[in-house]
């Protein structure tokens, strides 16, 4: 079974930037695809980013160019970092990872952009 967590989530002002991290409690698999996704209150959750265990990534058009994920398979942990960050960025966001038929997600951080 395995366990995510995410953590880094804070209050930020516009502009400014965050790093979250997502550790697993076991190794994953390389044919894992990671993703980040978020939900903003009242909207679905939607996908943010992905990385596949050979390093190929995509965005959401609205934080391509903004966001960037990263994963460290050494240190199980994916990462998404978040530069000129926008209000409407306010989410929590969630770890994902999945292959086949297997999901699973970590709890959630919240992020809130602010001034």
């Known amino acids: 079974q395995v366990q995510l967590g995410e953590s880094g989530g804070d209050l930020v002002q516009p502009g400014g930037s965050l790093r979250l991290p997502c550790a697993a409690s076991v190794r994953i698999p390389s044919v894992y695809v990671m993703c980040w996704y978020r939900q903003a209150p009242g909207k679905q959750r939607e996908l943010a980013a992905t990385i596949t265990g050979g390093g190929t990534t995509n965005y959401a058009d609205s934080v391509k160019g903004r966001f960037t994920i990263s994963r460290d398979n050494d240190k199980n942990t994916v990462y998404l970092q978040m530069n000129s960050l926008k209000p409407e960025d306010t989410a929590v966001y969630y770890c994902?990872?999945?292959?086949?038929?297997?999901?699973?997600w970590g709890q959630g951080t919240q992020v809130t952009v602010s001034s």
């Open positions: 994902n990872a999945h292959w086949a038929f297997f999901q699973y």
